[in-house]
């Protein structure tokens, strides 16, 4: 039970007894962060980034719509659900907490039941929605992350480059002769060599800022934070003796079918000028020319 990660709840109420009370009846199940104005909880929202935040109206620095406008307004916040918590009770002030987009809304005096009840049915939505984004950005066949979801860590790493003045690099992959070895073994054991495929490309993906998915069909791509092209065509050439290495054996016999890759890979660092288009089209000509020269190689950009 220790490994289980709990769901986060960031409570923000001027009131000691309150957030000592629902520390209390909801620490068991969740993992429970407290802030006393609404200054410390933006600050502790947007560090913390809690599945949920119970935010009172009424407090003396800022109002709890105040603080709802700001998590807004930042990138890392505007999405968590809130749920007033108020000793305000008449139903104007209730339409008024849910026009501001807050998923629910809880008088006080605390009713722990109910107080259970409500949080349990907004961290279900929360897990359901997340359950859904997860399955959207992987490859199904090979459980690897897809193309949606690699050009958005893409896009992001080549932000960070440019902003921290870093290299980045791109290696463009694409297993040779892939329709040939589906005409010979069939599409089952093709399916079996990309599965194979991305759990190698996936194992040589060493650093938090290495990244690979699956492109689009035998194509698979990877992004490396932080790499200049003497760095990535090290990793690349890793990645091709690798899989090079596998032995994928033909179902029902002995047999082992041998599989090969070709890897274009580009590098640079960029600059607010820069083309992402373009970098990812000098990977694509680095692996045409991989595979026009023998393929089972890489190539750099301009090599």
């Known amino acids: 039970m220790d490994d289980i990660v709990?769901?986060?709840?960031?409570?923000v109420d001027d009131e000691k007894a309150n957030l000592v009370f629902l520390t209390r009846v909801l620490g068991e199940k969740y993992a429970i962060y407290t802030a006393k104005d609404g200054a410390s909880g933006i600050r502790k929202a947007a560090e913390l980034v809690p599945d949920l935040i119970m935010l009172d109206i009424l407090m003396p620095d800022m109002s709890g719509y105040d603080v709802l406008n700001e998590l807004k307004k930042q990138?890392?916040?505007?999405?968590?659900?809130?749920?007033?918590?108020?000793?305000?009770?008449?139903?104007?002030?209730?339409?008024?907490?849910?026009?501001y987009n807050a998923v629910d809304y809880i008088n006080k005096p605390f009713k722990p039941n109910v107080v259970k009840l409500r949080v349990r049915n907004q961290i279900r939505i929360v897990n359901q929605v997340r359950t859904i984004e997860r399955l959207s950005m992987t490859d199904q066949l090979t459980e690897i992350p897809n193309r949606r979801s690699?050009?958005?860590r893409l896009t992001m790493e080549w932000r960070r480059a440019i902003r921290e003045k870093k290299y980045i690099s791109l290696l463009m992959l694409d297993v040779d002769k892939f329709k040939?070895?589906?005409d010979t073994y069939g599409h089952q054991q093709g399916d079996n060599v990309l599965r194979a495929v991305a759990k190698s490309l996936e194992q040589d993906m060493m650093r938090p800022g290495d990244f690979a998915a699956r492109w689009g069909g035998e194509?698979?791509?990877?992004?490396?934070?932080?790499?200049?092209?003497n760095g990535a065509m090290q990793v690349a050439e890793r990645i091709r003796a690798n899989i090079e290495?596998?032995?994928?054996?033909?179902?029902?016999?002995?047999?082992?079918?041998?599989?090969?890759?070709?890897?274009?890979?580009?590098?640079?660092?960029?600059?607010?000028?820069?083309?992402?288009?373009?970098?990812?089209?000098?990977?694509?000509?680095?692996?045409?020319?991989?595979?026009?020269?023998?393929?089972?190689?890489v190539c750099g950009a301009g090599k």
Not at 77 to 99: C, G, N, Q, W, Y
Not at 258 to 281: A, C, H, Y
Not at 283 to 293: H, P
């Open 6 to 11: 709990k769901n986060s709840i960031l409570v």
């Open 75 to 99: 990138d890392a916040t505007r999405d968590i659900p809130v749920i007033f918590i108020t000793a305000m009770s008449s139903d104007d002030e209730e339409e008024k907490a849910l026009s």
């Open 150 to 152: 690699f050009d958005s």
């Open 180 to 182: 040939a070895y589906n």
């Open 219 to 229: 194509e698979f791509a990877a992004v490396l934070a932080c790499t200049d092209l």
């Open 245 to 297: 290495a596998l032995r994928i054996t033909v179902p029902g016999t002995s047999d082992v079918a041998p599989v090969t890759i070709s890897i274009g890979v580009e590098s640079m660092m960029p600059d607010q000028n820069s083309s992402l288009d373009l970098f990812i089209s000098a990977a694509d000509n680095a692996l045409y020319a991989a595979k026009k020269a023998g393929r089972n190689r």
